[in-house]
């Protein structure tokens, strides 16, 4: 065989193979789809009473990543701590992709006892009553809810609102206080780095013990409005993560944080003599521990000469309160005794009452 008829021979070769190799031979072939429902991821349980409100997102697509036609079954299905299985509640029929939610109305032995786990599920079933599993977990509390606080009342101090109930020596459960500002600030917040934060227009405050019946809270803003509710809440703990079970809120109280305290009163004053130098004439020197109040504007400084009544104490310090725990008094006499009292004020116009006096005599000529 000449060259020119071997590579007609290659070439036909290479042909009947590319032509094996085609479209016409089947691939590997694929499974059937069993359109099974992807599973609930967001299933969410809020026990309210003696109900308990579920809710969840029902997928869009199958376990194959193809988009759900049809509607689909919601197998719905509650699970006590200790039991096996998961009992149903409940049967829907939903459509994909919908906001879905159902509320189960709990029969009266899980609405009573003690506190106890109590775990929700969904499960979506394919027309066949196939699932892909169960959804997330969702837990709640059964058992009988904590009794509603009574009597809760609110009283001003300088150091922010006390909160009162009626308690009993064996009432173990958690109270949660929840504040609302009635009346936001009206002027702009403060800006800049050491600016306050904003307040937020609700808090809750927890407190652990309620056996005291009674809280302080102290983060409050003088000049807002605020109101309080307060209910008691039973809390386990629940593969490592926490569920309340929550009694009724009670009425609300308001209260206005009006500030009509004065500042602390100064301690620790002290007084010292100094001779005067370079042409200076004497004078006596005081100085006393800072207060800390926030809304402080400065002090006041008295003075009263040995000899004279309580009476006869006279300002000072300027019309401007002293800003600093600190006063140079140069109107001083050698050979005189004098006595000195400082009290606090606040930005508000409020004067603590008087320190305790300091005397200091002037060194004679």
Not at 19 to 48: E, F, Y
Not at 201 to 226: C, P
Request: with cysteine; hydrophobic share 40%; net charge positive.
């Amino acid at each position: 065989m000449n060259d020119s008829a071997r590579i007609s021979a290659l070439t036909a070769a290479a042909l009947s193979i590319v032509a094996l190799t085609g479209c016409g031979m089947p691939g590997a072939p694929l499974p059937p789809s069993l359109n099974l429902p992807n599973r609930v991821a967001d299933l969410t349980a809020i026990r309210t009473g003696n109900e308990v409100r579920l809710a969840w997102t029902v997928p869009t697509k199958n376990t194959d990543k193809l988009l759900l036609k049809a509607p689909v079954a919601a197998r719905i299905c509650r699970n006590q701590a200790g039991a096996s299985g998961c009992s149903a509640i409940a049967m829907l029929q939903l459509a994909p992709g919908v906001a879905a939610a159902y509320t189960d109305a709990l029969p009266p032995e899980l609405a009573a006892g003690l506190p106890r786990p109590l775990t929700y599920f969904v499960e979506l079933d394919n027309r066949k009553g196939r699932a892909a599993g169960l959804s997330n977990p969702a837990p709640v509390l059964a058992g009988q809810a904590p009794g509603a606080v009574e009597n809760l009342s609110a009283k001003m101090r300088r150091d922010g609102i006390v909160l009162r109930w009626t308690a009993s020596p064996s009432d173990a459960s958690t109270i949660r206080l929840v504040r609302t500002l009635v009346t936001p600030p009206t002027q702009k917040p403060e800006q800049g780095p050491l600016a306050p934060p904003a307040e937020p227009l609700q808090r809750n405050l927890l407190v652990e013990s309620s056996r005291s019946g009674r809280a302080l809270d102290a983060e409050i803003r003088f000049g807002r409005t605020y109101e309080y509710r307060a209910q008691r809440l039973a809390r386990v703990t629940v593969d490592g993560k926490t569920v309340e079970l929550a009694g009724s809120l009670s009425a609300p109280i308001r209260i206005a944080a009006i500030n009509l305290f004065p500042p602390a009163v100064p301690k620790e004053l002290a007084a010292v003599a100094t001779i005067g130098q370079a042409g200076s004439g004497p004078a006596i020197d005081l100085n006393w521990q800072p207060n800390v109040e926030a809304d402080l504007a400065g002090y006041i400084v008295y003075r009263r000469e040995a000899g004279e009544t309580n009476n006869s104490w006279r300002r000072i310090s300027s019309a401007q309160p002293v800003v600093g725990p600190g006063f140079h008094d140069p109107d001083v006499q050698p050979g005189h005794t004098y006595t000195y009292a400082v009290s606090a004020i606040d930005q508000d116009g409020h004067e603590s009452a008087r320190s305790t006096s300091a005397q200091e005599t002037v060194p004679g000529p």
